[in-house]
């Protein structure tokens, strides 16, 4: 009999377009089921026990109390490949060190990044062939590109969305600005930038991004970025602000740095993330809200040896509660990573590398409770692992 009915069903599939055409609401589930119900019922699922691609119940994620926690990872400058007025370049001689291999830089911090359900590196840079320098930038003693092949990088390390406003993403012009966001977008990667935001969906949440480059900028700013928010928070639960501010080799923030993160969650940012001077400058939280002044370096290959090569990437968590009112948002803390930005101390590799010499991890802790003493709501601690939970 089993034999028969599947037989009747190859019949069945062999003749489904015919009959299709006569009843476009014929389905072969409707032919399994009239033919053999509990056959239909081994092959179709209901929505209820759908599962993803990885054999997980599609509402895996909920935890046991049924919301949804959301872990966030974010970090500093993602600096990656040369100068193309350059024949020679740091980056490709550290790249023929590994044979020809780009993702040797993210080896010893992939799997935290994999771990988490979303990652956001400010990706200072462009990914272009182009060689155009924009009169504006001839005299920079920096122009960053990397071939485009590099946003794989990205994609292959847990990297799923990226902060693309800053003072480099116009080193070879508008056309590869443009060209790298559409590499950005074709491989799948969120990028938030030059007045567009980003959106993510992550386990059935939306997430926005906006990004701005306050450099200079701050009087074109201050009445701008409360309304993008605001606009963003009525269709968005989360809403997460990147700033490319304050000064170089500072491990304090300016005034304006502080002025212009508590103006954003006061219009509702959930959480903001700084960079720029590519030194580690303290978190502060205000109403709630974690303002994250600047996140340091990353993976940068703009210079071979940083006078402070030292950072961390900064992790949060989200729990989202269904109520009768809407989505209930809390944050669950933070915890940071110290790393340096290279896999050893004598120079910068590119490799960015998790700190375990306690030594090497306090100065890190004093850098930042020293330079945030004068800032009103600077957090008490810096916590560096997660609660165990029994």
């Not at 589930?29 to 209820?48: G, H, N, Q, R, W």
């Not at 997460?240 to 002025?259: A, K």
Request: proline share 4%.
């Amino acid at each position: 009999m089993r034999k028969f009915t599947l037989l009747l069903i190859a019949l069945l599939i062999l003749f489904c377009p015919v009959l299709a055409e006569e009843e476009d609401d014929w389905t072969l589930e409707d032919a399994l089921t009239e033919v053999d119900p509990e056959l239909a019922e081994d092959i179709f699922i209901s929505e209820e026990d759908a599962v993803d691609v990885d054999g997980e119940p599609a509402e895996n994620f909920r935890e046991a109390d049924g919301s949804i926690l959301i872990t966030i990872t974010a970090t500093g400058d993602f600096t990656v490949g040369g100068d193309s007025r350059k024949s020679s370049n740091i980056w490709d001689k550290e790249l023929n060190k590994h044979g020809g291999d780009y993702q040797f830089a993210m080896k010893n911090i992939r799997d935290i990044l994999l771990a988490d359900d979303l990652t956001i590196v400010n990706f200072e840079g462009t990914l272009t062939e182009s060689t155009h320098v924009p009169s504006s930038k001839k005299n920079n003693q920096f122009l960053f590109s990397a071939p485009p092949e590099y946003v794989n990088m990205l994609t292959e390390n847990g990297v799923e969305a990226v902060a693309l406003e800053n003072n480099h993403v116009m080193d070879h012009g508008e056309d590869a600005y443009i060209e790298t966001q559409n590499h950005l977008s074709n491989a799948g990667v969120v990028w938030s930038g030059g007045g567009e935001i980003g959106v993510i969906e992550v386990k059935g949440v939306q997430i926005a991004m906006l990004s701005y480059l306050c450099i200079d900028r701050y009087d074109q700013l201050w009445d701008k970025v409360p309304a993008d928010i605001q606009a963003a928070k009525e269709l968005y639960p989360i809403v997460i602000v990147n700033f490319h501010w304050g000064n170089e080799l500072m491990y304090s923030p300016t005034d304006n740095q502080v002025r212009m993160g508590r103006l954003a969650v006061d219009a509702g940012a959930d959480l903001v993330l700084g960079h720029h001077s590519h030194r580690i400058q303290p978190i502060e939280q205000y109403k709630g809200v974690y303002i994250c002044y600047s996140l340091g370096n990353f993976c940068f290959a703009g210079n071979s040896k940083p006078s402070d090569m030292t950072s961390y990437l900064f992790q949060t968590r989200f729990r989202i509660r269904e109520t009768e009112e809407g989505q209930q948002i809390t944050n669950e803390g933070f915890i940071i990573i110290p790393i340096r930005i290279s896999s050893r101390a004598d120079k910068n590799d590119f490799i960015p590398t998790v700190l375990t010499k306690e030594s090497t991890v306090d100065a890190i802790m004093n850098t930042l409770k020293e330079h945030g003493r004068k800032l009103d709501y600077v957090v008490d601690e810096y916590p560096l692992a997660w609660p165990t939970t029994k």
